[in-house]
């Protein structure tokens, strides 16, 4: 128990310094510096895609971060250690995207830098079942929300976004396989798991509504 709770601080401080880290990547200068084309983009819509993109993935990097401090030595630290780092994968490109278009961060990163990993390491303190609750209830979510922006992209102009609906349908379909995962690893008997479910839905579509637009 002293070691997980060791392995929890540890987390928690680590994610402060890295918060802060990418806070100063987007200083102005970082973005003056860039030469993306924003020729005929919208850009309201496009900053709203990238902002919260970036946000959900720093928060699923946050939330592994926070299941691997406490059940990293178990059976299932690889199989969470494996979608950890797609979602490293995801965080990366948002960040480039984000450079490309220069669109500025939530000012929300701190706190999700935080109850991200509140949300891994408390759900993981219930169990692997625990975890994989979470696990099953936001990458619902995500997916869901990759679906939406994917309606809207193609509504605005599949061309001219073809990149970006490339890049979103594909982590869709693994944030679908994340889905799938939890399922196969018991999520649905963790302790009062449909309340669990539903609870961090709340939150997710609530972070999804405030990244959006701050
Ligand atoms: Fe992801
Ligand atoms: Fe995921």
């Known amino acids: 128990m002293a070691v997980t709770a060791a392995l929890i601080w540890k987390g928690l401080l680590r994610g402060a310094r890295g918060c802060w880290t990418l806070q100063s990547m987007y200083s102005p200068c970082r973005f003056c510096s860039t030469?993306?084309?924003?020729?005929?983009?919208?850009?309201?819509?496009?900053?709203?895609i990238i902002r919260v993109d970036h946000a959900g993935e720093y928060g699923a990097n946050r939330i592994y971060a926070g299941q691997m401090a406490v059940l990293g030595r178990t059976s299932v630290g690889p199989i969470i250690?494996?979608?950890?780092?797609?979602?490293?994968?995801?965080?990366?490109?948002f960040k480039e995207l984000?450079?490309?278009?220069?669109?500025?961060?939530?000012?929300?990163?701190p706190f999700w830098n935080v109850a991200g990993f509140v949300l891994g390491a408390g759900s993981a303190l219930l169990g692997k079942e625990g975890?994989?609750?979470?696990?099953?209830?936001?990458?619902?979510?995500?997916?869901?929300h990759y679906n939406n922006?994917?309606?809207?992209?193609?509504?605005?102009?599949?061309?001219?976004?073809?990149?970006?609906?490339?890049?979103?349908?594909?982590?869709?379909?693994?944030?679908?396989?994340?889905?799938d995962i939890g399922l196969d690893h018991d999520a649905e008997l963790?302790?009062?798991?449909l309340f669990l479910k539903n609870g961090i839905?709340?939150?997710c579509k609530a972070a999804i509504f405030l990244s959006e637009r701050i």
């Open 81 to 93: 250690q494996q979608m950890w780092n797609q979602e490293k994968d995801h965080l990366k490109k």
């Open 98 to 109: 984000m450079i490309l278009y220069r669109v500025r961060p939530t000012v929300l990163l």
């Open 131 to 144: 975890a994989m609750a979470c696990t099953v209830a936001v990458e619902e979510s995500i997916s869901e």
């Open 190 to 193: 963790a302790p009062a798991y």
């Open 35 to 48: 030469g993306a084309t924003m020729k005929n983009i919208n850009k309201p819509v496009l900053d709203r």
């Open 201 to 203: 839905q709340i939150g």
């Open 149 to 179: 922006q994917i309606r809207t992209l193609m509504e605005e102009d599949p061309d001219k976004y073809r990149e970006l609906l490339e890049t979103i349908k594909k982590f869709r379909d693994e944030e679908l396989e994340h889905h």
